[in-house]
């Protein structure tokens, strides 16, 4: 699969996931879903952000590399143009945000590397994700 096709599904992904974080907590609280995009565009730039600095573009699927700093970018810009957009930064939402958004966007990296090991334990081929996985 081309580089920039599996870069955009693995952005895509990423995307929809804030979108999913956001939904929740907004449902979680109550809150009326029309104002989406208000809760969900700091988190996406963030996303966007932390894409960017970790040129995720490379290696759309890496665990360590874009994971880490997708999630990093999403939650410290996020949370730095929810302050500067006056939306509310408490402690705890920090918090929470933090342990959500790092488990959904760092989390189906390792799901999707593990189901890859465990499909191509003992064969020399790779397993049916590899393909996906595979940097060219």
Known sequence: ???RLRAAVA??????????????????HREDQSAFLVTYWPFAVGLLVGWAGARGW?????????GVLAWVGTVLVGMLLRWASDQGV????????SIVVGALLIGWRVLL??????????????????????RR
């Open 1 to 3: 699969m081309d580089l």
């Open 11 to 28: 952005l895509v992904i990423d995307l929809a996931l804030v979108g999913l974080f956001v939904v929740i907590g907004r449902a979680s």
């Open 58 to 66: 490379r290696r759309p699927f890496s665990v360590s590399r874009t």
């Open 90 to 97: 408490q402690v705890a939402f920090v918090v929470v945000a």
């Open 113 to 134: 590397a593990a189901i890859d090991r465990s499909a191509s334990r003992g064969r020399d081929t790779p397993g049916p994700v590899g393909f996906f996985l595979r």
